[in-house]
């Protein structure tokens, strides 16, 4: 088929999905399978599932099978419901060699694993926009880290992870001229001047540092989804690539010239040896590394200005391209590391690569000459062999350790269950509709657990109460322990799901974190209890130490404050119990309010605009009395006498002249 007759086909299918409604429109409580989705009220879910959020730059944590949305962690986006990127503590993490970046694109999730067995310590997510990695703790449920990445533009292969999560790999989606060079070129320049890289960043065993170990550098082609290997294969990276014609415009069609793309195998332990043998570059970069002080609460953020690069042109056997039929985008491994499953978006079949055999064809040098400088190894010689007629555009597969692989079709619109030694396909079920990526717990580990299946779904029209021009996305549960997949429930998502991972329950529901230890809060402006508020002028910055308990605030009454003051509210939230956070806000503040955690201090920066009385108040119902949980905030003209005072308590004082 060539390229016009498989977008017309795409058009008509996508264009279909309406009309051609499966009769039974997947209604799961028709045949009694809700039942299996019910937790009863007060009874826990058996999984945290951690869906992206997509153009939210947010990642959502839903409970399984329940569906319940139980919080939503800002990442890569500022978060006015949180305060994240808005309180001064919380604002260095969203630092970039750009400046501030208060949004970004989160597009997967992944879990650290040990042994190749997900361990329930951090999840990680990318920003696709302004590349970066983002590392969130398991027990507070916090972003701690985030790391920028040089050279790259749209990390989208991006966060996966080596089995005992030794690094976070991240490939650029766009290549452009590197970071050192001169970029000011022309873009029909693209063959000459554009590059690809990869990037590795090594993960601290226990605290789960980050930092950026190396990149590879690569030819200028897009790259789109990873995966790593796992045991016998644990020391490769996989990598799906698009563009091999290099294509700078119309990638629509210009991209999709040719039959085959890319898989590309990495063998990242090679370029560790490499690296040891000195053979690395040091190449002049710029960018960000963000950490939350768990102690300090607060973030730093520090400008790096070093990356060690690996050209993979003259370091052979680094990296082989292996030939993937129609712009091939997942790239999944399957539990025992041996098959290698590339998904093409306008493929109708689906090949299976083996790494016995692209170990063999690298030993026997069954290559097909090179893409400029890199082996690319014959198609026949990797290929363990092909699904044939699956369905059409297979996007993402997941596997169930039973020797099942399930791959979801965008275009025809269901999850394909088939058997990863036979190829032949088992099962079907429809999605509805335009499922993308999909998640069985563990699904890209050694160890899946294959009770459930999640597909999460682009398009819902007609699938719930119409909610104006944009229609939420969805998530789709199915229960896949018995032989045919049978949906259960589906409830809708914030933002655009792409991947998500679950983890049983019981790894993580011991560990959370109830509150912060008020002894260990290290705060530059902690406030350790009631006598200790203050309030303090430095020239024309006014700093208010702060305390909230069960239901006031200390002080609640301010005076003194002068146009032109810029006045930091530090407010330290005494409670030293579990799920009691207070919050802050003051009238006209421009930027959010604060939520502060039990034994936390944040701090909100207010420059107030005009003379006058400004109340401030607790924003989260935190008892009976929350609604009394107020106070005052008296602003005077620049150059009045109004003295600094505060107080807490003392009421109808003599007024100030
Ligand atoms: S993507 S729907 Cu992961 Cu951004 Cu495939
Ligand atoms: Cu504190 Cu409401």
């Not at 809700?34 to 879910?45: E, F, L, N, R």
């Not at 597969?397 to 088992?426: C, H, Q």
Request: proline share 5%.
């Amino acid at each position: 088929m060539n390229i016009t007759k498989v977008l017309l086909l795409l058009a008509a299918v996508s264009g279909g999905v309406l009309s051609c409604k499966p009769k039974n429109a997947g209604d799961a409580s028709a045949s009694g399978n809700a039942q299996k989705a019910y937790v009863a009220p007060g009874k826990y879910d058996e999984f945290y599932n951690f869906v992206s959020g997509g153009f939210s730059g947010q990642m959502s944590v839903y409970g399984l099978p329940s569906g319940r949305l139980f919080r939503v962690i800002p990442v890569f986006s500022v978060d006015p419901e949180k305060g994240y990127g808005y309180s001064e503590e919380t604002k260095p993490m969203l630092n970039t060699s750009h400046g501030f970046v208060p949004w970004d694109d989160l597009h997967h999730t992944e879990l650290s694993q040990t042994n190749g067995e997900v361990d329930g310590k951090w999840v990680f997510g990318n920003a696709n926009n302004t590349p970066r990695v983002a590392r969130i703790d398991l027990k507070s449920f916090k972003t701690s880290e985030i790391i920028e990445l040089p050279n790259s533009a749209g990390n989208h292969s991006s966060p996966f992870i080596t089995e005992n999560t030794e690094y976070v790999v991240a490939g650029t989606r766009f290549s452009v001229p590197a970071d050192d060079a001169n970029g000011d070129v022309p873009i029909s320049t693209y063959k000459q001047n554009f590059k690809g890289y990869v990037s590795f960043i090594s993960v601290k065993k226990e605290t789960g540092d980050m930092d950026l170990a190396f990149q590879i550098e690569l030819p200028g082609i897009n790259f789109d989804l990873s995966h790593a290997g796992k045991g016998k294969s644990h020391g490769w990276f996989f990598f799906s690539c698009y563009n091999t014609e290099q294509a700078n415009s119309l990638l629509e069609v210009n991209a999709s010239q040719k039959d085959k793309d890319f898989i590309m195998a990495v063998n990242w332990k090679k370029a560790e040896e490499y690296i040891k043998a000195g053979k690395g570059r040091k190449v002049k970069a710029n960018y960000a590394h963000n950490k939350y002080n768990e102690k300090t609460h607060t973030a730093t953020s520090e400008m790096k200005s070093e990356v060690l690069v690996l050209d993979a042109k003259s370091l052979k056997d680094i990296c082989y391209f292996i030939p993937c039929p129609k712009s091939p985008h997942g790239c999944d491994v399957d539990p025992t590391g041996e098959y290698i499953v590339g998904s093409g978006k306008l493929a109708a079949l689906i090949p299976v690569f083996s790494f016995d055999k692209i170990q063999s064809a690298i030993q026997s040098k069954a290559f097909d000459g090179e893409y400029d400088g890199i082996p690319v190894i014959k198609y026949d010689a990797a290929l363990y062999g092909e699904v044939k007629k699956p369905g059409l555009g297979p996007l993402h597969t997941e596997f169930d350790g039973k020797g099942n692989a399930y791959t979801t079709f965008f275009v025809s619109s269901e999850v394909v269950k088939w058997n990863i030694k036979d190829l032949k396909v088992l099962d079907r079920a429809p999605t509805f509709y335009s499922v993308g990526h999909l998640c069985i717990p563990g699904g890209d580990s050694k160890k899946p657990n294959a009770k459930y299946l999640i597909a999460y779904n682009k398009i819902t029209k007609d699938r719930y109460i119409p909610t104006g021009p944009e229609l939420t996305q969805s998530a789709q549960l199915y229960d896949i322990s018995g032989d045919k997949m049978e949906m259960i429930l589906d409830f809708p998502t914030i933002g655009e799901p792409h991947y998500a991972q679950a983890v049983s329950a019981d790894l993580l529901k011991e560990k959370s974190l109830k509150f912060y230890k008020i002894d260990e809060n290290s705060n530059k402006y902690v406030t350790k209890g009631e006598k200790e508020s203050k309030v303090v002028r430095q020239g024309n910055e006014v700093h208010v130490y702060m305390t909230s308990i069960r239901s006031h605030f200390s002080p609640d009454n301010i005076e003194g404050i002068k146009m032109g003051d810029v006045v930091y509210f530090h407010v330290t939230n005494l409670e030293q119990d579990w799920d009691v956070p207070h919050g802050f806000a003051v009238k006209g503040a421009v930027n959010a309010e604060l939520l502060i955690m039990p034994g936390e201090t944040q701090t909100l920066k207010w420059v107030p605009d005009r003379v006058g009385i400004f109340p401030i108040y607790c924003t989260d119902f935190c008892s009976a009395l929350h609604q009394e949980m107020q106070g005052y905030v008296r602003v005077s003209p620049k150059g009045s006498s109004v003295p600094i005072s505060f107080s807490l308590g003392k009421t109808n004082a003599v007024a100030n002249k």
